[in-house]
């Protein structure tokens, strides 16, 4: 099982964290209107939203606040929805993918909107640069920069070529890109620990290394189950992306695979910061186990790859992402690793979210596919909009095909593995 055990004692994020109170376990029954299960962006979003509207709510959060993958990602944010608008014109029309479109660029508003509101210090930083590190790809990247202005108006992309782009990141393994100025990076545990705050300011009571192990339905109420006592409430939210447990039921663990992916941080590089990603935006390339990047505000290179399927991380973390970190950005074969750590995602088929009301009142959001720092607070939102009848939002992403892993309870977890190391192998040829 992939457990959240808290945030890793060798996590730059945590080290460098806006400081955040312990919160208290559950130690007794407890009534409200609304229990969310998980203490991330998604959780977060939905008890901030309740709360703020009046409404009772409870968060259970097995380990600490922002512990899981919100608090341990590469800190990314991406614009639209994780697959491109290309993609769901394809498979749910145009109206739908528009409609997609218009809540992804809600999702960013909500996003800034909740930093500036709260005034969460979490370094937020604008620019996103996608790097093909194969040749070739100019004339799909000029494709889609004329399709997402001439269809969907959104005129923030830009080419960049391959001489520029080497002065622009310091390195020249890279053959030209895009850059989205709708993009860019933050600090992905003080945004969390931020929005806790919020959520608490706002009436929300959250209780950490408190694990939600059942749900039932007693009468017209749904009771959740923990070690030391139960919360009675009318509606249920779970969350926990690649936490997912059997909480969460068949249905969304046959839909949501945990896979881990791996970060490191450099000590302050000095001058030589200057010299690597100029603009200060963040980098994701083109792989399918992409390596993505960014600066931090002290000049340390914060470099992700890598990723396992299986719980439980290499044993050497510096060493597997340095590796890594190397084919990109060999000069910086003399700077010291101060931090590495891992987290636990979940992904899909289709790499869609999946997002489901698996039964009257109880209603789940999972399956980012690494595309959560925007797109999971507003999701939150929507399960709370939802659990108040507001379901429009919910009811649209119902609509996103999430279909179960082939090969069943057995083969569905090798069989997987299987695909994802092929695609893994391709990056290396």
Known sequence: MFA????????????????????????????????????????????LELARRGVSVVVLEAAQVGSGGSG?????????????QAWLEKRLGRDDALRLWTMSQDARAHLLGLIAAHGIACDFVPGMIHARHREGGEDE???????????????????????????????????????????????????????????????????ERTRATAWRREGGAIVVETPRGQVTCDQLILTGDGYLDDLAGGAARARV??????????????????????????VADSRFVINYFRKSPDGRLIFGGGENYRPGFPPDLKAFVRRRML???????????????GGTLG???????????????????????????????????????????????????????????????????????????????????
């Open 141 to 207: 990247d000029a494709a889609h920069i004329d399709f997402m202005r001439d269809r969907y108006g959104y005129d923030q992309l830009a080419p960049i070529g391959e001489a520029a782009l080497a002065r622009e990141l310091g390195t020249d393994v890279y053959h030209g890109g895009l850059i989205d100025h709708g993009g860019g990076h933050l600090h992905p545990l003080n945004l969390a620990l931020g929005m806790a705050r919020a959520a608490r300011t706002a009436g929300a009571v959250i209780h």
């Open 347 to 429: 992904i899909t088929v289709h790499r869609a979210p999946f997002v489901r009301e698996l039964a009257p009142g109880v209603r789940i959001a999972a399956g980012y596919s690494g595309q959560g720092v925007v797109l999971a607070p507003w999701f939150g939102k929507l399960l709370a909009d939802a659990a108040l009848g507001e379901g429009e939002g919910v009811e649209l992403l119902t609509r996103l095909p999430t279909p179960p892993f082939p090969g069943g309870r057995w083969l569905r977890w090798p069989l997987t593995v299987a695909g994802l190391s092929w695609y893994a192998l391709r990056d290396r040829m």
């Open 257 to 282: 695979m945990p896979i881990n992916n791996f970060i490191l941080a450099t000590e302050p590089l000095g001058e030589r910061a200057d010299q690597i990603i100029r603009s200060n935006a963040a």
């Open 4 to 47: 959240n055990t808290g945030h890793p004692a060798t996590s730059w994020y945590a080290a460098t964290a806006t400081p955040f109170p312990t919160l208290p376990e559950l130690q007794q029954d407890a009534r409200a209107d609304v229990c969310v299960v998980g203490a991330g962006y998604t959780g977060l979003g939905a008890a």
């Open 72 to 84: 341990r990602n590469g800190g990314q944010v991406h614009t639209g929805q994780r697959n491109d």
């Open 327 to 341: 084919r990109v950005y060999p000069d910086l074969a003399d700077v010291k690793v101060s931090h590495a750590w």
